[in-house]
């Protein structure tokens, strides 16, 4: 199973992600709407019997991690310098960081990844020669209340995902006991 760990904003979000894509010229393939979404963690492939475990994980991270809400101001590339391969929008939480952390800890022999955590919304792939995008300006907050477990199946239309499982994150009331977010069972991505 080839799994990763992601927030996925609310459809009003991807829609105004997804509108900007209308800038894309020459071999870049975007992101399907209802796709786009914020990696905590890529797993790569892993054995069904440790399914288990990665459950385990993310609810370990997510009981120990609030409610926090993100913002997406603007884009940018991967690699920044020279010919970009990814398209992306920023992302900033207090809590992405945090989260990511916590899966890699939990799970370091999957997110063992030397380059770091950047908290972004992949927008398109560069699959060729294909000029940059001019810069675009994003207002956009959404809360994040949850995370899930994804299960990515690479078809030659492109990835299907699945939802395996949603992690809520906790958040504490006055005496300092800890409750699940509002409405985190929900997600916009079910299929």
Known sequence: MRLFFAVFPPRPVQRELAAAQAALRGNWKPVREDQIHLTLGF???????ELARVRAAGR??????PPFRARVR???FFPNEG?????????????FE??????????PERLDDERGFKAHLTL??????????APVVFDL?????AF????????PKGPTYTILDTFSLKERDERGKQRTAKGAGEHPQAD
Not at 60 to 65: L, N, P
Not at 83 to 95: I, L, Q, T, Y
Not at 148 to 155: A, D
């Open 74 to 76: 603007g884009t940018g």
């Open 60 to 65: 370990a991270a997510a009981q120990a991690a």
């Open 148 to 155: 899930v477990l994804v299960e990515s199946r690479l078809t």
């Open 83 to 95: 010919r970009p391969r990814v398209w992306f929008a920023r992302a900033e939480g207090e809590g």
């Open 124 to 133: 398109a792939r560069r699959k060729g020669p294909a000029p940059r995008v």
């Open 98 to 107: 945090p989260l990511a952390l916590a899966l890699r800890e939990a799970l």
């Open 141 to 145: 907050e959404f809360p994040v209340e």
């Open 43 to 49: 797993l790569g492939e892993v054995p069904e019997p």
